[in-house]
């Protein structure tokens, strides 16, 4: 596709539930970021990935809070146990090159996925 | 502790009235500034990226330039289209002697343009 793809768009979740969220990238893009946005506020980091590498994971606020990428592609963000504060907008963001070496390449971000935990 | 600060938080502007939206940033080790535009319901869309203090981009209605301390977005008569969220965002070492790839974004400033 031509941009970076996110579903669902919207999930509504009990909370304790578990939830799996879904992030297709620009294709050959190397790096994958997952932000949360709060309402009215600017997005915070959670994770890094370059390909299937997990490089940073800084930003996940607890250990409910897991991603992946096997395949060096489409990634997915795993929240288990869901709570309330766990409501926000998870942004999924892909650049073509390793931000390791060369961080002059911009983040191209998805649409999101807003999350309602009630 | 590193910060990005934009101002103000609201801006209502009528067709045609050019101003300008401020971010400042206290980090250390800058590596770049980027400024996106997001629409409600949309994610953050890229719009530029400054690299060091005098570098002035431009786009349409848009210029962005930066100093040591802040870079600005000004927007000459500005159309209900510009009407969105602007996000400030810095890329700087974060790590002592290693690059840095993490964007740390400011809260946005939310520019509404009446006709």
């Known amino acids: 596709g031509a941009g970076v793809s996110q579903s669902p768009r919207y999930k509504v979740a009990k909370r304790g539930q578990d939830v799996a969220l879904r992030c297709d990238p620009i294709s050959g893009h190397v790096s994958l970021f997952w932000y949360q946005q709060a309402l009215g506020q600017g997005p915070e980091f959670l994770t890094y990935f370059q390909n299937e590498a997990q490089l940073d994971k800084s930003g996940l606020p607890s250990d409910r809070f897991f991603a992946e990428r096997p395949e060096g592609s489409v990634s997915t963000l795993k929240i288990q146990r869901t709570q309330q504060e766990d409501s926000a907008v998870y942004l999924c963001?892909?650049?073509?090159?390793?931000?390791?070496?060369?961080?002059?390449?911009?983040?191209?971000f998805g649409n999101g996925t807003r999350l309602t935990v009630t | 502790e590193d910060q990005v600060t934009q101002s103000p938080e609201a801006l209502r502007l009528q067709e045609g009235e050019s101003s300008s939206l401020n971010c400042s940033y206290t980090v250390s080790g800058l590596r770049g500034l980027f400024w996106y535009r997001q629409d409600p319901g949309k994610g953050p869309e890229f719009l530029f990226t400054?690299?060091?203090a005098g570098e002035e981009k431009e786009k349409e209605r848009l210029k962005a330039t930066l100093t040591k301390k802040e870079s600005f977005l000004h927007i000459t008569a500005p159309k209900p289209e510009d009407s969105a969220t602007y996000l400030c965002a810095v890329r700087h070492d974060i790590y002592s002697g290693a690059g840095s790839y993490q964007l740390t974004f400011g809260k946005g400033t939310k520019l509404s343009v009446i006709p």
């Open positions: 400054l690299y060091s």
């Open positions: 963001a892909s650049s073509l090159v390793s931000l390791i070496s060369s961080y002059n390449s911009p983040l191209h």
